[in-house]
C-alpha cells in the first residue's frame, strides 16, 4: 500500500507524460525573512501555479496559502529542515517538521536540505536517515536538497563534490535529489549518470539575465536532468508565471532557449 501511495503522491509533483518537473521552492522565509516576491505567499503560489509549475516547497505554518482554494491545482511538498542566516551556523539545518506532521497536513511530498563537508554533516546525515525511513513507510515521496557547503569545500559546483552530493541522496533512499548545476553539460551528465533517481537543478542566487537562467536549464535536460527546483530566479522575476512557463518548456516540450525567450516577450 505505501508502494501505491508514494506513486499517487510523485504523480502530483511531476509531469506524468514526461517524467520531470518543474518545482518553486519558497522556503526562503525562515532562512533569510520575508524577501522580495514572498511577502504574499497566497498570490506568488497562484501566479506559479497559473505559469505551469508541478509543485511549490514550502514550511508547514504556510500550508494553506494558496493551494488548493481556487484556480489551478499545485504539488504541496513540505520542507522538514531549516536554519537562519542569523546563526553563527548557518550551513547546519535542523528538523523542524516531520513525515507525520507533512502526511496530516495534506502533503505530495516532503523535502530535506543536508549541507554535507562541514561540521554539522554527521547531525543532518543522521536525520535524513530517520526522514528517509519515516518516508518510506508513509508512502511518501522525499526530496532531498543536498549541496557540499562547509570548511572542507572550496568550490561548491566542483563536479567531483556535486556528483557525490547527488549520489549520498540517491544511497540514503531518496526520491529525488536537488544539486547545483555544474555549468556544462558535460560535466552534469557524470552527476547524472552516477545516480539512479531523477536529478533536479536548484536556482541559486538571483541571476542577471532571463538567458543565463534559461541556459542552465537547457543545459542540465541536454545531460539527462529531470527538471528543476528555481526559486528566487522565478518568483523575484518582474512576470512569474512566464518565467515558469518558458522554464517548463524546455523543460517539458525540450523547446530551445529562444523559443522559450519568446515566451517572456
Not at 170 to 192: H, L, N, Q
Amino acid at each position: 500500500m505505501t508502494i501505491l501511495g508514494k506513486k499517487i503522491r510523485m504523480e502530483r509533483i511531476i509531469n506524468r507524460d514526461t517524467g520531470r518537473t518543474v518545482i518553486v521552492p519558497m522556503d526562503h522565509g525562515i532562512s533569510v525573512g520575508p524577501i522580495d516576491g514572498l511577502q504574499d505567499m497566497k498570490t506568488i503560489i497562484q501566479t506559479v501555479a497559473d505559469g505551469g509549475a508541478n509543485a511549490t516547497v514550502i514550511h508547514k505554518g504556510l500550508v494553506g496559502e494558496g493551494h488548493r482554494k481556487k484556480g489551478r491545482d499545485i504539488g504541496l511538498i513540505i520542507h522538514l529542515s531549516a536554519s537562519t542566516n542569523l546563526s553563527p551556523y548557518p550551513n547546519a539545518k535542523t528538523l523542524v517538521c516531520s513525515v507525520e506532521e507533512a502526511v496530516k497536513l495534506g502533503a505530495d511530498a516532503v523535502s530535506i536540505h543536508i549541507n554535507i563537508g562541514n561540521g554539522g554533516e554527521k547531525e543532518m546525515l543522521n536525520d535524513f536517515g530517520r526522514v528517509s525511513y519515516e518516508a518510506r513507510t508513509w508512502g511518501m515521496p522525499l526530496l532531498a536538497m543536498i549541496y557540499p557547503r562547509g570548511e572542507k569545500i572550496r568550490d561548491e559546483y566542483d563536479v567531483k563534490f556535486i556528483k557525490h552530493a547527488a549520489r549520498v541522496g540517491d544511497e540514503m533512499g531518496a526520491d529525488i535529489v536537488k544539486v547545483s548545476y555544474t555549468g556544462s553539460v558535460e560535466t552534469f551528465k557524470e552527476v547524472v549518470s552516477g545516480c539512479s533517481i531523477p536529478v533536479v537543478i536548484a536556482g541559486g542566487p538571483k541571476m542577471n539575465s532571463d538567458i543565463e537562467i534559461l541556459e542552465m536549464v537547457k543545459g542540465s535536460i541536454d545531460a539527462g536532468g529531470s527538471g528543476v527546483s528555481i526559486g528566487r530566479n522565478v518568483f523575484q522575476h518582474r512576470d512569474p508565471a512566464c518565467m515558469v512557463r518558458a522554464i517548463a518548456a524546455i523543460v517539458n516540450d525540450e523547446s530551445s532557449v529562444e523559443d522559450a525567450i519568446k515566451i517572456l516577450k
